[in-house]
């Protein structure tokens, strides 16, 4: 059966809906309708048909919440056409809260709540209906749904579910200015009367602010507020539902408002004429007092920055702004000197560096303040007369030679004397003193300049009446340079020279050095010594140019007749007077590379090319020869290995033993003899013990007579021959404990061709001459030798 969305039709039940409100108890009265099962006839009366009545249009039921009466509370009555009552007819309920919130009377069919509802927790139940045949436990009519809605009363009261509230506004707003908006919550039933109808109000914070009583918004009601006077508010808004109506639930909350800065108060300095004490001792960029001009704002709005407005204290004196304290820094610009003048007169100002237009009614937002100095008289230390000072003095000069002077003062109005004196914990002092009287300096031993070249050191100067107060100066002596050492070759490594070198050919080219130092540049001339006689091998030749150009004499160097040879060469430097020195290089006969610029021996060339150090070298040959170490134990490990004789039975060879035993080759001639085999008379003759040494030794001739005795004895069965061999190795107690298995060419006999096998041939070395292989050339020469060696070397046999 289908229930519409706002009455149900069921063609068994009557309903009778009882609806409690909170202002009374109303009942919802079912409205029978025409059946479609009868036919109103004009005299008033209904023809029924045999079709059965449909049933009866009803409402959805109501139930009052938070009912706190002692009985059930009444919600209706179901009823079926069936009923005729005589109580055969049983009522079941089922669904939500079937049997625990709701009962109905099995007969009667009258619904009541046992339990008081809450409609904020569940706001209607659906339930099920049927009526029963009570004998026959037979469905009378199909189920039947409806629904108990539970009807709202004004229980629950506004609730601000983010409260407390924090909010901020700039002082000075104007009046109106939005602050925050606050909002309120009621559980109760909005679509059902004004219980959830809420209206805000100001418990607290007035004149200051005002609400907006439907929308929650916070304004503020008074213009011009000044932070400075007050700065917090604490504004308690209330809400309340039944549009505000007497009996209605309320909830409040707190919103505490702070009012934000805003730059609408100038600085201000506390007194207008300020006073400050400065020594003249007192040094540059040091801070030498502080000054500070007050603002009530905060924040960037309270940020001042100071200046110096007069060109007098501008020239002296600098002023800056501390950020956390903001405070005006004075500090010196120059030193001051008392002496010169005694007083300054300071005009400071202090400007807001952000300022806000809406304001500017309120005047300029800055301040002047007036700040006199008096420079204090204290005793100075001697003044130098420079900063610093550079001196210069001759290398090799003697001790006591005046390098220069320094000169200071006393800059205070008695002028006291001055007593010079060098630092003396610098190392200047081994090589310079100074008089204490007139601040000469002098050395005190011969200076070298090659050895240091500058002198740096440290002069002090204290007045004579108070020694406590000094003041120093840097001094930089120069040493100048004389010409004092002579000029050598610029090299310390061999000259390389090719085994290939020409008459002409230039072999290297040479400079030099000269430690002395040359305001022009240094200039040297090369020339071989002319005490000595004129080298047939090299010569010199002078580019003018400070280098020279070492040149062969004469075609082909041997490495293996000479290797070194030396040559003296003379370099004079350009210096006055002029100095000389002799220095002779070492010659290296070399085998060039045929490809390459650079010419060097060839080892030094692999190594060059390779890039490779000496350390990398030996580290190559380390690792080469871990590893032959390693190979050299593992073979030893697999030798010492011992392999079982007999092979697993899985293994199925025949019962043949392989011995790891490797033959001579063809030139083994204590091998098995292959020529027994195949003529077996002469084997019986030839056959003697192999194991220990002959008794007896027939010498034979050169090798062509030297042959196997008897080859024309009749050929025997070879079957008979094998067989004959192996009673007697078995017979024979001299051989090794075991088998052996030997296997023997035999081609057959019977064959029209012959055999091409040299296995017949009873003679052991060829008799074919090999003279003409003299003949071919020297690329045979030395095969021919060998064959030559060969064909005429005499052979022996013994036999026993």
Request: some cysteine.
């Amino acid at each position: 059966m289908r229930i519409p969305s706002t009455s149900c039709l069921c063609p068994f039940l009557v309903c009778l809906c009882f609806i409690q409100r909170s202002y009374g108890t109303g009942h919802h009265v079912p409205v029978k309708v025409p059946s479609k099962n009868q036919t109103k006839l004009p005299n008033g009366e209904t023809e029924v048909h045999h079709r059965p009545k449909r049933g009866w249009i009803w409402n959805q039921f109501f139930v009052l919440e938070e009912h706190l009466g002692p009985d059930a509370q009444y919600v209706g009555k179901l009823h079926s056409n069936s009923d005729k009552g005589d109580g055969t007819v049983r009522y079941i309920l089922s669904g939500e809260g079937a049997g625990t919130i709701f009962i109905i009377d099995e007969v009667t069919g009258d619904i009541h709540a046992t339990k008081s509802l809450d409609r904020e927790r569940k706001s209607h139940y659906v339930l099920h209906a049927q009526a029963l045949d009570r004998n026959t436990e037979e469905a009378l009519e199909p189920k039947s749904e409806f629904i108990i809605k539970v009807q709202d009363i004004n229980d629950n009261a506004p609730k601000f579910p983010d409260g407390p509230f924090v909010a901020s506004v700039p002082e000075m707003s104007e009046v109106g200015t939005s602050v925050l908006q606050v909002s309120a919550s009621d559980a109760d039933d909005p679509t059902y009367g004004n219980s959830a109808r809420i209206v805000y109000s100001i418990l607290l914070g007035q004149p200051y602010f005002s609400v907006d009583p439907k929308t929650g918004i916070i304004r503020t009601a008074l213009a011009n507020m000044d932070r400075e006077a007050r700065e917090h508010y604490a504004v308690v808004v209330q809400a309340k539902d039944m549009a505000g109506q007497v009996g209605g639930l309320s909830g409040s909350t707190t919103v505490n408002i702070t009012l934000s800065d805003v730059n609408d108060n100038p600085p201000k300095f506390p007194q207008k004429n300020y006073q400050l004490y400065v020594p003249e001792s007192a040094q540059e960029g040091k801070p030498v007092g502080k000054i500070k001009a007050n603002d009530e704002d905060l924040g960037i709005n309270a940020d001042i920055k100071y200046s110096i407005i007069n060109s007098e204290g501008a020239n002296t004196f600098s002023i800056s702004t501390d950020r956390d304290t903001r405070e005006g820094i004075l500090s010196l610009k120059k030193s001051l000197n008392y002496e010169r003048k005694k007083t300054y007169t300071l005009h400071i100002e202090g400007v807001n560096t952000h300022t806000d237009p809406r304001f500017s009614y309120l005047g300029s937002f800055k301040d002047t303040a007036t700040l006199k100095i008096t420079v204090g008289d204290v005793d100075e230390a001697p003044v130098f007369s420079m900063d610093y000072y550079i001196l210069d003095v001759y290398e090799n000069s003697p001790s006591g030679t005046e390098v220069g002077s320094v000169t200071a003062r006393d800059p205070d109005s008695r002028n006291s004397p001055v007593r010079y004196f060098m630092d003396s914990k610098e190392d200047g002092v081994r090589y310079f003193r100074i008089d204490e009287s007139t601040g000469v300096i002098r050395t005190t031993q011969p200076l070298d300049r090659e050895d240091m070249p500058w002198h740096n050191i440290t002069v002090m100067a204290s007045e004579v009446d108070n020694p406590v107060l000094f003041s120093h100066v840097p001094v930089t002596v120069q040493v100048l340079d004389v010409n004092d050492n002579p000029p050598e070759i610029a090299t310390d490594e061999d000259v390389i020279v090719c085994e290939n070198s020409r008459p002409g050919q230039v072999i290297q080219t040479i400079t030099a050095l000269d430690m002395d130092d040359f305001a022009n540049g240094q200039r040297f001339s090369f020339a071989l010594p002319n005490q000595l006689p004129v080298n047939p091998n090299f010569t010199l030749k002078d580019n003018e140019d400070s280098s020279a150009s070492i040149i062969a004499r004469r075609r082909r160097f041997s490495q293996l007749t000479q290797e070194l040879y030396e040559l003296p060469i003379v370099v004079w430097d350009g210096g006055e007077p002029s100095l000389s020195g002799t220095s002779t290089l070492t010659l290296r006969v070399c085998p060039c590379q045929r490809h390459g610029k650079v010419r060097m021996c060839q080892g030094k060339a692999f190594l060059s090319s390779a890039g490779l150090s000496t350390g990398a070298l030996i580290a190559i040959l380390l690792c080469i020869i871990i590893l032959l170490a390693i190979v050299v134990l593992f073979i030893t490990l697999r030798r010492s290995k011992k392999e079982p004789l007999i092979i697993s039975e899985e293994d199925v060879r025949e019962n043949v033993v392989t011995y790891d035993d490797e033959g001579g080759g063809e030139e083994d001639t204590e091998a098995f003899d292959i020529i027994a085999l195949r003529n077996p008379a002469a084997a019986e003759e030839l056959k003697f013990r192999r194991d220990i040494r002959p008794e007896a030794r027939k010498h034979c001739g050169p090798a062509p007579s030297c042959r196997s005795p008897s080859v024309e004895v009749d050929e025997v069965d070879v079957h008979e021959f094998i067989k004959q061999k192996l009673v007697e190795a078995d017979m024979d107690t001299s051989v090794p404990p075991y088998d052996s298995l030997q296997t023997y060419a035999y081609e057959g006999q019977g064959s029209p061709t012959g055999t091409i096998s040299p296995l017949d041939s009873t003679r052991t070395h060829s008799e074919q001459d090999y003279n003409y292989l003299e003949e071919w050339g020297p690329e045979f020469q030395k095969l021919a030798e060998l064959y030559t060696e060969t064909h005429n070397v005499g052979w022996m046999c013994f036999y026993s």
